[in-house]
C-alpha cells in the first residue's frame, strides 16, 4: 500500500470499478483486494471491504462503505487527452458503460464517480490568457465532450 492515496467510497462495487479503470486507463492496476473475515451488520464473511488500485498513476483504495455517501462533483478524476481520438476513446468508455454525460468535458461513470476528459489544447488555450482563454472558455461553455477541433479555431480566433 502507498503511503499516500485517495479513499473513494463505494455502496458495494468498489472491486467492479477498479478493474473497469484499470482496463480503460493506461498507468492503471488492480492490487490487493481485502475481504472481511466475518459477518458484519451490512455483509458477510468474504465480501469485498477494501480494494487497493491505481488509475492513470494515482494510487487508490476503493472502499465499500454502503450507501450512506453518494459521490459528487465535488471530487473528480481529470484525465489530460492529447487528441480527439483519445478524447472520445474515454468518454465513450465511461458514458457508454452506465455512465452519465454532463457539462464542458465532466461526465460520470455508472458509481457516480466524475471524471473530467480535459484534452491538453483546452488546457493550454485557458492558460494563455487574454482573447484566447475566452474564446476557449466560451466555446467549452457550450459542449459536453470536449471538441479538440472547435477549441484550437476558438484560440486561432
Known sequence: M???TICVWYDKDAEAAARF???TFPDSAVGAVIRAPGDYPDGKQG???VVEFTVAGIACI?????PTFKHSEAFSFQIATDDQEETDRYWNAIV???GQESEC???KDKWGVSWQITPRVLSEALS???GEAKRAFDVMMTMRKIDVAAIEAARRG
Open 105 to 107: 468535458g465532466w461526465c
Open 2 to 4: 502507498a503511503k499516500n
Open 62 to 66: 476503493g472502499l465499500n462503505g454502503g
Open 47 to 49: 465480501d469485498v471491504l
Open 128 to 130: 494563455a490568457g487574454g
Open 96 to 98: 457508454g458503460n452506465g
Open 21 to 23: 479503470y484499470a482496463a
